[in-house]
Nanobody
Framework: DVQLQASGGGLAQAGGYLRLSCAASGFTFDDYAIGWFRQAPGKEREGVSCIRISDGSTWYADSVKGRFTVSSDNAKNTVYLQMTSLKPEDTAVYYC????????????????????WGQGTLVTVSS
């Protein structure tokens, strides 16, 4: 059974930080890329970041570049999203997803290329 378990959401003040975790199981971790997406109330889901597990290459949306850092602990089959300098507009439900990197490569922020999804974790940033 493929499972992705996102955690770490919560309430933060603007300028603060949070770290999200995505624990994966049920598939060969190294063969995949893990993406982070978010969906704010009334808005469409958008890609935030992605990491290719095999070589650690990363992608970031322009809106989070320089503030968010994605990393992986392959021994724990876990991907992290370190979020710093948080803004109220970062408020959203954050999801992690897994997909074949060959499908994701050209557009890592497109959710249609991801095969497996975890449940969301809510991040609220107060001003």
């Amino acid at each position: 059974d493929v499972q992705l378990q996102a955690s770490g959401g919560g309430l933060a003040q603007a300028g603060g930080y949070l770290r999200l975790s995505c624990a994966a199981s049920g598939f060969t971790f190294d063969d995949y890329a893990i993406g982070w997406f978010r969906q704010a109330p009334g808005k469409e889901r958008e890609g935030v970041s992605c990491i290719r597990i095999s070589d650690g290459s990363t992608w970031y949306a322009d809106s989070v570049k320089g503030r968010f850092t994605v990393s992986s602990d392959n021994a724990k089959n876990t991907v992290y999203l370190q979020m710093t300098s948080l803004k109220p507009e970062d408020t959203a439900v954050y999801y992690c997803a897994a997909g074949d990197y060959s499908a994701i490569y050209y557009d890592p922020g497109a959710d249609l290329h991801y095969d497996y999804w975890g449940q969301g974790t809510l991040v609220t940033v107060s001003s």
